[in-house]
């Protein structure tokens, strides 16, 4: 069953498209990590998604209900940690955590919330002397209070210190054992990778490609040759270079690497290598990262295997993503919150329109 669908979603702001003929799904129960450079259209596709925004053609759903015509559903059953959020700086950390179930209608366990996030000495403190990291762990709190079937987090590791980023990667993991279907919004690679089902890359407001992370290194196929020998002559560099799906061939004293696209250009240098005797003597084989799948995605080899996909839909430069939000920088828990913003600006209201629209009505 899919708890989030969409279809050929298009936003515009004037005549710059966002997202154009955007179309994937998440999976129930699935960690799905949508990853993307900054302004390639991933808080546009969340912000449509709970109602903040709505799209200039195309659909959305999220457990059945349509984004725009039934937001309040789609919100008594989500957690959101959103992008640019801002906190009350005269409430504490208690009272942000009971404004969230009230909004809800749900009882909440203030303390145990606060404690799952690492700040439970912080829970009679005003918020407007936090540091940037105890303020994403109290958002993050926020976002997981009643138990919510889908928890939508846009660039959750933002502020936060290893530690942090540790025990947010713990709690996504809890949430998934729960049943939880996690949606995940992030441009750094690494937290991705660590957590995530399935990953989906975005650029320019398009879905180059989609998969879990075994199947793009699989589509990409490109692998990483050590091989060590005794000797590397020239000629034997020249070779490899020659065969057909060989990408890059360097070389140290007693070390050939090779880049190969394929199983058969593989076998093929490690074979050109025995011919040559120069004392072959062990290879190794390292398969890409998911640094050098999202590379290559973002650089359109993935894209361009992917064309005519029904999952995956074209695209013009998106460009909400790369503003002055939290997510520009990675901060520390150890700095102090000056640098979030003032605590009255539109981020502040955007947290204040999700516990309204959740109690009121829809968006």
């Not at 984004?67 to 409430?91: D, W």
């Not at 240098?269 to 003597?281: D, K, P, S, Y």
């Not at 695209?315 to 920088?329: E, F, I, R, V, W």
């Amino acid at each position: 069953m899919s708890v989030i669908e969409i279809q050929n979603l298009t936003k515009r702001f004037g005549t710059v498209a966002a997202l154009d003929d955007l179309s994937f799904s998440v999976e129930e129960g699935e960690v799905f990590g949508f990853l993307g450079p900054n302004g390639a259209g991933k808080s546009t596709t969340i912000n449509i998604l709970l109602g903040f925004t709505r799209a200039s053609a195309g659909s959305a759903q999220v457990f059945g209900h349509d984004v725009e015509t039934e937001s309040k559903q789609i919100r008594f059953r989500t957690g959101a940690l959103l992008e640019g959020y801002g906190v009350y700086s005269r409430l504490t950390a208690r009272e942000h955590v009971e404004r969230a179930a009230n909004a809800k209608g749900v009882v909440a366990d203030p303390d145990a919330i606060l404690e799952r996030v690492g700040i439970p000495d912080a829970a009679d403190r005003r918020a407007g002397g936090f540091s940037k990291g105890m303020r994403q762990r109290m958002a993050i709190g926020m976002a997981l209070v009643g138990e919510p079937d889908l928890l939508v987090l846009d660039e959750p590791s933002t502020g936060l210190d290893p530690n942090g980023v540790r025990d947010l990667r713990e709690i996504i993991r809890e949430e998934s054992r729960r049943g939880a279907t996690v949606f995940f919004s992030s441009h750094l690679i690494d937290q991705v990778e660590a957590v995530c089902d399935r990953v989906g890359i975005l650029k320019d407001g398009e879905m180059v490609t989609q998969g879990d992370v075994d199947d793009l290194r699989a589509r990409l196929d490109a692998s990483l040759v050590s091989v060590s020998v005794d000797e590397t002559p020239d000629s034997l560099l020249g070779s490899l270079r020659s065969i057909d799906g060989v990408e890059e061939v360097s070389a140290t004293d007693r070390q050939v690497v090779v880049t190969a696209r394929g199983g058969v250009a593989k076998l093929r240098a490690l074979e050109a290598i025995e011919r040559a005797n120069v004392g072959f003597t062990d290879f190794t084989t390292t398969d890409p990262s998911l640094e050098e799948i999202f590379e290559e995605a973002t650089l359109g080899a993935l894209a361009a295997a992917d064309e005519g996909d029904a999952d995956t839909g074209g695209g013009s430069p998106g460009g909400d993503d790369g503003g002055s939000g939290p997510g520009d920088s990675q901060g520390s828990d150890e700095t102090d919150g000056d640098s979030q913003g003032s605590d009255e600006t539109d981020g502040e209201e955007r947290q204040a329109d999700w516990s309204e629209a959740t109690t009121e009505g829809d968006a």
